[in-house]
């Protein structure tokens, strides 16, 4: 399994522009569809994972896994790095999103990682690899989402930023999500800092772990 990354001087994704896309009628013409003028529609790659153009809740899509595994809410002003995409074959799948809010100047950086196999249900293991990958030695409190566990916690911490010497905040909230009616879980890890290091911003506690909190209660493992 890849480790997911504290990255503490998080650089966002480039974004990047997209082209028409396309639906299928009943009677089996193709038809030009208006796209959405947002980030994970603009971006190509992550275009791909998006299950409609439609948004499922206000300021989000459903993200379908390419393993067919599960789905989840997704920002829609998030896109996914094809670079550090990875997956072998149904039963693992890996990678990370960035979103920006250049007014308040956030940044949020989310790692998925999900995996379908006999160890998931090893939950002793699987928090002491999600502590060691993301720097936290925290307890873990459970909450029951539909037929899920979510074992959540959170942490922060403050760097100091090696050019400007000035210190940054870091808010990280991370869970091992499992099914209880199958072999399959994710590591699911949301931090969000300041975009700029140079400058200041205003992080609210209780706003990110809500949106972190909302996208870990929305995965919906398929059966």
Do not use: W
Request: include cysteine; charged fraction near 30%.
């Amino acid at each position: 399994m890849k480790k997911v990354l504290l990255l503490f001087l998080t650089t966002m994704l480039a974004f990047t522009g997209g082209c028409g896309m396309t639906k299928e009628k009943d009677n089996g013409k193709v038809e030009q569809q208006s796209m959405p003028e947002t980030e994970a529609f603009k971006d190509e790659f992550t275009r791909g994972f998006m299950k409609s153009a439609e948004e499922t809740e206000e300021g989000y899509y459903t993200f379908e896994s390419k393993t067919k595994g599960y789905t989840m809410l997704f920002p829609v002003n998030a896109k996914i790095a094809s670079t550090a995409y990875d997956s072998q074959d149904d039963f693992f799948e890996t990678y990370n999103f960035g979103e920006s809010v250049d007014d308040k100047n956030l940044s949020r950086y989310i790692t998925v990682t999900y995996e379908d196999k006999p160890s998931t249900k090893d939950i002793k293991f699987n928090l002491e690899l999600l502590s060691e990958h993301t720097g936290y030695e925290t307890d873990f409190r459970e909450i029951k989402a539909g037929d899920n566990i979510i074992f959540y916690s959170k942490g922060k911490k403050e760097l100091t930023h090696k050019e400007t010497n000035k210190k940054v905040k870091f808010y990280s909230y991370f869970a091992y999500v499992q099914s209880q009616k199958s072999e399959k879980g994710i590591q699911f890890f949301y931090q969000t800092t300041c975009k700029k290091a140079t400058d200041s911003c205003e992080i609210i506690d209780k706003d990110e772990e809500e949106k972190a909190l909302l996208m870990m209660k929305s995965i919906n493992f398929i059966k």
